[in-house]
């Protein structure tokens, strides 16, 4: 018997042996590999002359192939086997119903960010951004703070370490935004007048209970031109809360109140009702039952805040205004608790959320 005889009848029965096609495959290579049996032979073939050469290359060659052969028959039939094991012992029941498909929800501040969006670009309002880390100029300051005023103190502000480089304290000091209102300064120093803007963001102050959390989220208007005057105000603000609560005569006062930024400064209420505890906003049938409810600041910039951003206000004058998203949600969409908003509970942005295919009207 020749040596590739012998070799053959030992590979072919370990062939046969092999009953998973891991042990086929470790056989394959102790034959077919680098450093396998046949090709340690084949190996010795250039040490061999003419005629020798060619007759013992036909032989391997022949022992190759059949063995490639017989290994890849063994593989099929072992697949096929595999196959029928798995078709024999696994059961899909197609009556099932399928698994609920989970989808994404949109947070109600995005929705109501983007509603806000619309109705102030229908009015003609572009949409400016500052950043949330703040220095005392933009965020107090040119804001017509003065030097000790009650929000500028620690129980408010999160201060953050002042910038060593800068000598000037406006400049040095930095805070969390602590209002939108800062933005309103960059832009006039920016791009001066005549402006009209919004800006949304994240603000910060050091607060936390059912309706106050560290960081929630504002939305400051500006109109700043030669002629802007009160009345574009108020009628500004008629149009974006009733557009906004999507009720047509939305009853809405403007009561004085002090805001350092602006001269004269107002607080806005709209109608609602509080009966039997729920609170609605509405229209009171008799005009003289009336309730209320404060959802917003807002003024005629203070000739300060003008001259301190490079406009002069013998020629400019404008307005602004600046409430809650948070609240604006919360009062739209039902939602009690305003520290629910940042839980990350997937439960509760599957109730509250919007289906992204809706938000856009
Ligand atoms: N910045 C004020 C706050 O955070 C809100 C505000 C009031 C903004 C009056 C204004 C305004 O622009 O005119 O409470």
Redesign the pocket.
Known sequence: MTDAVQLKEELTAKIEAANDLKSLEEVRVTALGKKGAITDLMKMLGKLDGEERKVRGQELNQLKDEIADFIKAREEKLKKEEMNLRLATETLDVTLPPLPRKLGHVHPISQTMEELQKIFAEMGFSVAEGPDIEDDWHNFTALNFPPGHPAREMQDTFFLPSDPQEKNPDFATKVLR????SV?IREMERHGAPIKIICMGR?YRSDYDMTHTPMFH?V???YVDKNVHMGHLKGCLIEFLSAYFEIEDLPIRLRPSF?P??EP?AEVDIGCSRDGGELKIARAENELEQQWLEV????M?HPNVLKNCGIDPTEYQG?????GIDRLAMLKYGIPDLRSMFESDTRWLQHYGFNLYETVK
């Open positions: 602590t209002h939108t209102s309103q603000v504002q400051e208007g500006l805001f930024f602006v400064g917003l600041g807002c003024g910039v307005f602004a205004f600046g409430t």
